[in-house]
């Protein structure tokens, strides 16, 4: 059974630090991996999507990579920003749903 | 514009009653999903419909019915026999046919029920 792992659970940096989130997931037989983005009581904002056969997809300060051969994806934010506070959530696709990390809280200060 | 609408944002209900989630979709997706996210955990797959007049259970269907009589529409009914019915609700639609589609989200619908 696939099984989705974010480390850490929790993360407060200061703006303009470079930061990286980590999933991990079991079963390298994935479709694809998607990574959100989850303000306080508001629905998931898909951020980035990276097929199977990709290595890493980029929009704007984010960066993810995949290895499906050691499980692992991360999520790249340049100069972080205040705005950048949020749950980040990712996802693989298995094969008509997506299995759900429990997110990193990610909060910046000024 | 296009999108995922959910309603009502907030319900309150009390125990006993059934009670039915709105979700509406204008992207002309094919499937439409239905999660439920409590503090602490990650979202769990309730149901999903890949096509009209066609379902299937996801992770934790007990408790709970859906209908697709039409494709821009997926309610979900949180029933009675749903025992701890209180949780954020999200709704989400994809394509449907290909495998390397992404999903877009509703706003949510948050539960409460006493």
């Known amino acids: 059974k696939q099984e989705v792992t974010q480390i850490p659970a929790a993360l407060s940096v200061p703006e303009g630090e470079n930061l990286v989130l980590n999933c991990s997931f079991t079963?390298?037989?994935?479709?694809?991996l998607q990574w959100f983005r989850q303000d306080p009581g508001k629905g998931l904002t898909s951020l980035l999507l990276?097929?199977?056969?990709?290595r890493e997809q980029t929009s704007g300060r984010l960066n993810a990579s995949l290895d499906k051969s050691s499980g692992r994806s991360t999520l790249y934010i340049a100069a972080s920003q205040p705005g950048d506070s949020a749950t980040y959530l990712c996802?693989?696709?298995?094969?008509?749903?997506?299995?759900f990390g429990t997110g990193t809280r990610l909060q910046v200060f000024p | 514009d296009g999108g995922i609408t959910q309603s009502p944002k907030y319900l309150f209900r009390k125990e006993g009653q059934n009670v039915t989630l709105s979700c509406e979709q204008n992207?002309?997706?094919?499937?439409m999903y239905w999660y439920r996210q409590d503090p602490g955990q990650g979202l769990r797959l309730i149901y999903y419909?890949?096509?009209?007049?066609?379902?299937q259970k996801g992770d934790i269907a007990e408790g709970y019915s859906v209908s697709r009589e039409k494709k821009e529409s997926f309610p979900l009914t949180v029933t009675s026999a749903q025992k701890n019915p209180t949780a954020f609700y999200l709704c989400?639609?994809?394509?449907?046919?290909?495998?390397?589609?992404?999903?877009?989200f509703g706003p949510g619908t948050r539960l409460t029920v006493t």
């Open positions: 990276i097929q199977s056969s990709q």
């Open positions: 419909s890949q096509i009209v007049n066609d379902f």
């Open positions: 989400a639609s994809s394509h449907q046919g290909r495998k390397y589609y992404e999903q877009y």
């Open positions: 992207l002309n997706h094919d499937a």
């Open positions: 996802a693989v696709r298995d094969p008509d749903k997506l299995i």
């Open positions: 079963d390298s037989a994935i479709y694809n």
